[in-house]
């Protein structure tokens, strides 16, 4: 007997009539032939009377109107079968149209987890700030959010790689990002070791340039050393070296170039003299292309020992010139050299999550999930989301339950092609600017399958080493030498260090491929799947649905002793209670 309990519009569960339509749930732990897919457990097409209790529970009237077009609406749900749970946590039932049915569908499994990372934007999450320069000094700087490596910015590369780490540039730690993917009150588990992943790291190449992703100074900064003249003085000082601004502006390094603009802090200071002071500040900017600007006017008024502080922004490779008048005519005139800000809460932090190249948290987790061939399964109860690899199925080989019993007597359906591969598999990132494209292919010992097959690409781009180091080609160099930031995508890379200086080098696709998908080709070696028809019970489906002391069921393989032989279960096709069922299984 089934029970379809449902949520309706106002929140409140209900159980629905289901008429003599039997809900056939397929189950698959992830279709292996749809790997860019990783598709959910499902229902096929439900169809519910248009019952007075249905229409409450859809927000309809009891008139019961037919309608050809109808809001897609979706209610939390569950299934049972004589008390045995087949659609669990995390189930939903999807109302498609109205005809003389309530057409619906029930998705249960990683459903509502991925709709959720669907719907959960990258840049709302806080994955932390990094600061141009803030902490390149002599030993480099890295924590458990980003790390500082040397890489080339140029198109083409550069012929000289300068190995000063004032020169290094920002990666944030790939293993970090996919656990701040998770959403609320999930948990990311998977087997993969620290060695897979621990070096890996995404490069911040967006690199939004919009002020509004910048925090502001929480300290001054400014000039060298300090001038008196007649009562008043002029202080800009820094907690860092005493590198002039220019030398940073003015093209020959990278270390500020990827910012809109640069602020200036100075500060005046009033002499212990017994009256207050009308102090009017002039201040201009000469940009490196010539000309002129007066960005500040203004008159203040200060006591003895009062302070002032104004903030001035900066552009690409502009120098500052202050004068500075009194009361009693005294003025003060002179190029300021601004320092680079050293300290923790320095000018132009920038928001990584706004800087990552991904939009929603789902691009993401799905690069994520096919660099390592992974399987994704939810426990909705525990709020643990399992990433596993084919190593985690082999190795349940100990633990495989009996399914011999369950084989009815014939010959099954046998094939010897799984649709969706080839002799030889290709899996690729994105072609960077000069339509190169990094791929990486694992072979398949069947002749009989087509020769090659495009599976599918990987949302990170493409990328070559220059000179031993990753060449990310964020700037262009004109004719005359002078560099323009450009922008770009997402690269992943694998994070060297080497006398002491931290380098990126771009992981290739070859090397996840080679790592991570041996089990699989393995699995798909001269394979043949048997289509079956078993009989299976509730207690069986609820199983191999189920997450069991921390173990999913579906990476748990069956043995048959028909064919003496130990099976992975790749999909429970339109399971119906008291029938039998036809299961694709793929020898081990």
């Avoid at 519009?9 to 397929?26: E, H, Q, R, T």
């Avoid at 494209?437 to 072979?443: L, P, S, V």
Wanted: with cysteine; charged share 20%; hydrophobic share 35%.
């Amino acid at each position: 007997m089934y029970q379809l309990y449902v949520e309706d519009l106002n929140g409140i569960w209900k159980i629905a009539d289901m008429g003599d339509d039997k809900p056939a749930m397929n189950y698959q732990a992830n279709n292996i032939a749809e790997l860019k897919d990783r598709q959910a457990n499902y229902s096929q097409a439900l169809k519910l009377p248009p019952t007075k209790k249905n229409c409450l529970i859809f927000g309809m009237s009891e008139q019961f109107d037919v309608v050809t077009v109808f809001p897609y609406q979706k209610h939390n749900c569950r299934l049972f079968s004589n008390d045995t749970v087949l659609a669990g946590e995390g189930s939903f039932l999807v109302l498609d149209k109205v005809t003389d049915f309530f057409e619906t569908q029930i998705l249960s499994g990683t459903a509502d987890f991925f709709e959720l990372m669907a719907n959960q934007k990258i840049s709302e999450i806080n994955l932390g700030y990094f600061q141009r320069a803030a902490h390149t000094n002599g030993s480099g700087y890295s924590d458990t959010k980003y790390v500082y490596a040397n890489a080339t910015f140029i198109t083409g590369g550069s012929s000289v790689v300068d190995n000063s780490l004032l020169h290094a540039y920002p990666f944030i730690w790939f293993r970090r990002v996919i656990e701040n993917l998770m959403p609320t009150g999930f948990t990311l588990n998977t087997n993969l070791t620290n060695s897979d992943w621990n070096t890996k790291a995404i490069s911040i190449c967006s690199l939004d340039t919009d002020m509004s992703s910048f925090t502001p100074y929480s300290g001054q900064a400014s000039q060298n050393g300090s001038t008196s003249t007649g009562y008043v003085k002029y202080n800009v000082t820094s907690a860092g070296s005493q590198n002039n601004l220019s030398s940073y502006l003015n093209g020959t390094t990278s270390i500020l170039k990827y910012k809109a603009s640069f602020g200036c802090t100075f500060r005046l200071d009033v002499d212990n003299e017994p009256n207050p002071y009308t102090l009017t500040i002039r201040a201009s900017k000469f940009p490196a292309g010539g000309g002129a600007e007066i960005i500040l006017v203004n008159n203040y008024v200060l006591s003895p020992g009062d302070q002032f502080a104004q903030i001035l922004a900066l552009n690409y490779g502009d120098e500052l010139q202050l004068t500075i008048k009194t009361n009693n005519s005294v003025s003060i005139t002179g190029n300021v050299g601004i320092v680079i800000w050293s300290g923790t809460d320095g000018y132009g932090d920038i928001d990584i999550a706004r800087n990552i190249g991904f939009d929603t948290k789902l691009d993401l987790f799905k690069s994520f999930v096919q660099l390592y061939g992974l399987t994704v399964l939810v426990d909705n109860k525990s709020k643990q989301v399992y990433a596993l690899s084919m190593k985690n199925l082999y190795a349940n080989k100990v633990n495989a339950i009996d399914w011999s019993d369950k084989i009815q007597a014939g010959d099954p359906e046998t094939s010897f092609i799984l649709s969706g591969y080839a002799q030889n598999n290709y899996i690729s990132f994105e072609a960077d600017a000069n339509g190169y494209i990094d791929k990486g292919n694992f072979t398949i010992q069947n002749d009989i399958l087509d020769k090659w097959k495009d599976l599918f690409s990987i949302k990170f781009e493409s990328g070559i080493d220059y000179l031993q180091i990753a060449n990310i080609p964020l700037e262009e160099k004109d004719s005359e030498g002078v560099v323009s930031f450009k922008g770009g995508k997402p690269h992943i890379v694998d994070i060297m260090t080497a006398s002491g200086q931290k380098y990126a080098r771009h992981s290739t696709v070859q090397s996840f491929v080679d790592s991570f998908y041996p089990e699989l080709a393995a699995m798909l070696d001269n394979f043949k799947i048997n289509e079956e028809f078993l009989s299976l019970k509730d207690e069986d489906v609820k199983r191999y649905n189920s997450i069991i002391n921390g173990v999913p069921q579906m990476f748990i393989p069956v043995y048959v002793q028909k064919y003496g032989a130990y099976f992975y279960v790749n999909k429970i096709v339109n399971y119906i209670s008291g029938e039998l069922t036809k299961c694709q299984l793929i020898k081990l």
